[in-house]
């Protein structure tokens, strides 16, 4: 289960907007071994294409380097999908090289990328690993804080 803040949720879709009608992507990144999406690092989509994301290899370089330095892990890897469904490509699954990672896909179709929408957003989480796509519940909190103590 993909647990994240409010706050997290609602700059992943503001900023799946924002790019429409190319797709946007980015990272949330958090302590080692946490699994607390807690840093929210919006990235150019360098291929600026409405069907395919590519983080900037320079900008993905400077990422892991500071990501190390903090001793952080990218735990959602995010992009959406602007004309089709929150549902990982066949290019998205044989990208997803971070078997740790919560991979987040919101869909702006169907006029989702306006901020008057008032219907619900596609976001929708998945873990990618050896291929294997597994859908996974996705909890929308105001704070960490609420879920401490649970099991």
Avoid: W
């Avoid at 919006?42 to 903090?70: V, W």
């Amino acid at each position: 289960m993909l647990i994240i803040e409010t706050a997290t949720y609602d700059a992943i879709v503001a900023h799946a907007r924002r790019d429409h009608p190319d797709e946007a992507c980015g990272v949330v990144a958090g302590p080692a071994g946490s699994d607390r999406a807690e840093r929210f690092i919006p990235m150019l989509n360098a291929a600026m294409s409405p069907t395919f994301y590519e983080f900037d290899s320079g900008d993905l370089l400077k990422l892991y380097k500071e990501l190390d330095s903090r001793d952080e892990e990218p735990v959602v890897i995010y992009h959406s999908h602007t004309a089709t469904q929150a549902y990982p490509s066949r290019t998205d699954i044989n990208l997803a090289g971070e078997p740790g990672a919560h991979y987040v896909l919101v869909s702006t179709r169907d006029g989702a990328d306006s901020p008057s929408y008032d219907g619900p957003v596609e976001f929708r989480s998945y873990r990618i690993i050896d291929g294997e796509v597994q859908e996974e519940e996705v909890r929308v909190v105001g704070s960490y804080e609420e879920t401490e103590g649970e099991s």
